[in-house]
């Protein structure tokens, strides 16, 4: 299957979808579109995307966007390679439960367009966005904290699309000097996937 990654290098949803398909061994051709200049919005790229954001995956079937929704036709279109939604109905309902905290709950937040909009148009100065940015980390991550067990990975004992949500964003976190010693579980499942080469591969640095 001829499939086309729309990517930008430190977009942390771009990153769930470069790590999945690192780990499923899927091969893709990977198309930058650059967001600090505003290449997500124009023509060229959304007349293939119209929501406007990255990543976007191209199928023979059409473009597919939305991260968790590439990660989950991943699994299914491609049956025979490693399940990013292992086990029974609930096993699956809990790694989506925990992705959507991360994407659906956290990340939005701290979009680039949310923060641009909140220095630009609002007119808030740097220290207020490190605030706000920091603010609805520490609210996400203290809940998942709380979920985690002492696995290596976020639901049972085998990586999952909730680890492709989590690392990303702790890329993020770090990016932006968000201190992560109040969370022991959460820093020790990156320890662990970060030693894995499909993270390694899909790294942003
Ligand atoms: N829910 C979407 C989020 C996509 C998203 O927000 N992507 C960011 C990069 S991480 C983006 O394209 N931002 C461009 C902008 O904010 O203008 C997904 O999971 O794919």
Redesign the pocket.
Known sequence: MNLVLHN?VR????YRVRIALNYKDIAAVVSDVD?LKGE?TQAQYTDKNPQG???ALETPQGVL????AIIEWLDEAYPETPKLLPGDAWQRAQIRSLSYAI?CDM?PLN???VLKYLTGQLGQPEPVKTQWYHHWLAQGFQKIESTLSESHYCIGETLTMADLCLIPQLFNARRFEFDLTPYPKITAIEKHCLGLTCFKNAKPA
Request: hydrophobic letters at 45%; zero cysteines; charged letters at 5%.
């Open positions: 930008y977009s942390t949803a771009a967001l997500q954001l990255v990543p966007a939305q991260s968790l994407a990340h979009n680039l367009r």
